[in-house]
C-alpha cells in the first residue's frame, strides 16, 4: 500500500512535443504529491509539487493533474526541450506519518530529440 | 540559495569496512533523511531525523547503520561494516519543518562503491 507505481520506464519525445508521465498510488492518507528532475550525478531537484485539495497546477511548461478519485496524478512537459533530458521521479508522502518521508516511483527517463 | 551539500562525492571501500558519509543540510531546516539509490533503482528511503533522535527508520536500515547530527550543523550517516550490496549513491535531504511546506531539499549525492 506505500507504493508508488510510475509510467512509463522511459520515454522518447521530439523538440516541441509533449512528456506525459503517470503514477499511481494506493495509500488514500497520501497528501503531497512532488515531481522530482534528476540530472545524472546529481541529486533530485524539485520540479512542481500538488496537493488533492486541487486538481491541476501549472507552473510554466510543467503542469500536474491530479485524479483523487483514480488515485493517479501525472506531469506533463509541454513543448518539451533537449534540456528537458533527464529522470523523473513522482513521490507521495503524509503528514500524518510525522515524518512526511517520501515514497517514490521507480523513475522516467525522459528523452527529448533536438 | 542555500543549498544541501555532502562529501564526499564519492567513496571507495573494502567489505567489512566503516565508512560515514557527511551532509551538511540548509542551516534553518530542522528535519534531516537519508535515502539512498541503487543504480538504476529508484530512490528509496531509509531514516529520518528530527530534535536529535531517529523519529523514522525502513527495513533497509538496519543494526549497521545509524545517524548522528554531532556538531548541530553536520548530519551523517555510518554503516558499520559495509556489504557489497550497500554500494549505491547516498542522497541527504533536509525540510524547514512546521506549517504545510513538505518540499525536501536533496544534496548531491554520494557514491559509495563497495569492493
Known amino acids: 500500500q506505500q507504493q508508488v507505481k510510475q509510467s512509463p520506464q522511459s520515454l522518447i519525445v521530439q523538440k516541441g512535443g509533449i512528456s506525459i508521465i503517470n503514477c499511481a498510488y494506493e495509500?488514500?492518507?497520501?497528501?503531497?504529491f512532488p515531481w522530482y528532475q534528476q540530472f545524472p550525478g546529481k541529486g533530485p531537484a524539485l520540479l512542481i509539487a500538488?496537493?488533492?485539495?486541487?486538481s491541476e497546477k501549472k507552473e510554466g511548461r510543467f503542469t500536474i493533474s491530479f485524479n483523487k478519485s483514480a488515485k493517479q496524478f501525472s506531469l506533463h512537459i509541454m513543448d518539451s526541450q533537449p534540456g528537458d533530458s533527464a529522470t523523473y521521479f513522482c513521490?507521495?508522502?503524509?503528514?500524518?506519518?510525522?515524518?512526511?518521508?517520501?515514497?517514490f516511483g521507480t523513475g522516467t527517463r525522459l528523452k527529448v530529440l533536438a | 540559495e542555500p543549498e544541501v551539500t555532502q562529501t564526499p562525492s564519492h567513496q571507495v571501500t573494502q567489505m567489512g569496512q566503516e565508512v560515514i558519509l557527511r551532509c551538511v543540510p540548509i542551516?534553518?531546516?530542522?528535519?534531516f533523511y537519508w535515502y539512498r539509490q541503487i543504480l538504476g533503482q529508484k530512490v528509496e528511503f531509509l531514516v529520518s531525523?528530527?530534535?536529535?533522535?531517529?523519529?523514522?527508520k525502513s527495513e533497509i536500515f538496519d543494526d549497521q547503520f545509524s545517524v548522528e547530527r554531532p556538531d548541530g550543523s553536520n548530519f551523517t550517516l555510518k554503516i558499520r561494516s559495509t556489504k557489497l550490496e550497500d554500494s549505491a549513491m547516498y542522497f541527504c535531504?533536509?525540510?524547514?519543518?512546521?506549517?504545510?511546506?513538505?518540499?525536501?531539499?536533496f544534496g548531491p549525492g554520494t557514491r559509495l562503491t563497495v569492493l
Open positions: 513521490a507521495a508522502s503524509e503528514h500524518t506519518s510525522g515524518t512526511y518521508k517520501y515514497i
Open positions: 542551516s534553518n531546516h530542522l528535519y
Open positions: 500538488i496537493r488533492p485539495d486541487v
Open positions: 495509500n488514500t492518507a497520501f497528501d503531497y
Open positions: 531525523f528530527y530534535n536529535n533522535e531517529i523519529s523514522e
Open positions: 535531504a533536509s525540510r524547514v519543518g512546521g506549517g504545510i511546506i513538505n518540499e525536501q531539499f
